[in-house]
């Protein structure tokens, strides 16, 4: 089983809508857990951590499932610059090195 | 704000050759990462650098990979003999402080490495 998994999509949403993903992670000790959002050839930025009582940051909610171990990140009135790859990350092992997921494609149409 | 910065930005090869890839961390991080992406795939993790020595290394970090801290600034990743299938992204990712705990990553804008 992969470590990190997730929908690599594409997902194709009309601007205003709400869009959700998900990301599954098979290591149960697991510590950190994060959202990064890349643009097609740059770099991994990150756009939010994830915390166990869930959180906000303007149109962008993380929240974080233990038991189930998955996490997710719900996009609420997407606009155009929200197209990218959304990449879970999930630190786990004895090392906590950051594991990425194949990433999830978001395309906002007009 | 501070970043990493990565050189060259694209560098391209003959397979067999030896290539230097350079990062400047942000300079009050401890903790020094490569990882690597190949055309399509995800960002794979290929070796942790702390305290002047690797902290970690994943299988793709062969003996053909070396990293270096050759001075208090620079990161260097070296492939000694280059193979096709070494063609991907390169990142150099810098952290403050040892991963867990919430500590986030900031990654360089990537070396494009083109094996021929």
């Known amino acids: 089983r992969k470590e990190v998994e997730q929908d690599p999509g594409p997902f194709n949403v009309p601007e205003g809508a709400t869009v959700a993903f998900n990301c599954t992670y098979s290591n149960s000790a697991s510590q950190s857990f994060f959202w990064y959002r890349q643009d097609c050839r740059k770099e991994p930025k990150l756009l939010m951590s994830v915390y166990s009582s869930g959180n906000e940051d303007g149109r962008f909610t993380a929240q974080l499932n233990r038991a189930s171990q998955y996490i997710s990140l719900l996009i609420r009135d997407s606009k155009l610059s929200d197209s990218a790859t959304y990449l879970c990350?999930?630190?786990?092992?004895?090392?906590?090195?950051?594991?990425f997921g194949r990433g999830t494609s978001l395309i906002v149409h007009p | 704000e501070p970043e990493v910065t990565q050189t060259p930005s694209h560098q391209v090869t003959q397979m067999g050759q030896e290539v230097i890839l350079r990062c400047v961390p942000i300079?009050?991080?401890?903790?020094f990462y490569w990882y690597r992406q190949i055309l399509g795939q995800k960002v794979e993790f290929l070796v942790s650098?702390?305290?002047?020595?690797?902290?970690?290394k994943s299988e793709i970090f062969d003996d053909q990979f070396s990293v270096e801290r050759p001075d208090g600034s620079n990161f260097t990743l070296k492939i000694r003999s280059t193979k096709l299938e070494d063609s991907a992204m390169y990142f150099c990712?810098?952290?403050?402080?040892?991963?867990?705990?919430?500590?986030?990553?900031?990654f360089g804008s990537g070396t494009q490495l083109s094996v021929l």
């Open positions: 650098f702390y305290n002047n020595e690797i902290s970690e």
């Open positions: 990350v999930v630190e786990s092992g004895g090392s906590y090195i950051p594991t």
């Open positions: 990712a810098s952290s403050e402080d040892r991963p867990g705990d919430g500590e986030k990553l900031f």
């Open positions: 300079s009050n991080h401890l903790y």
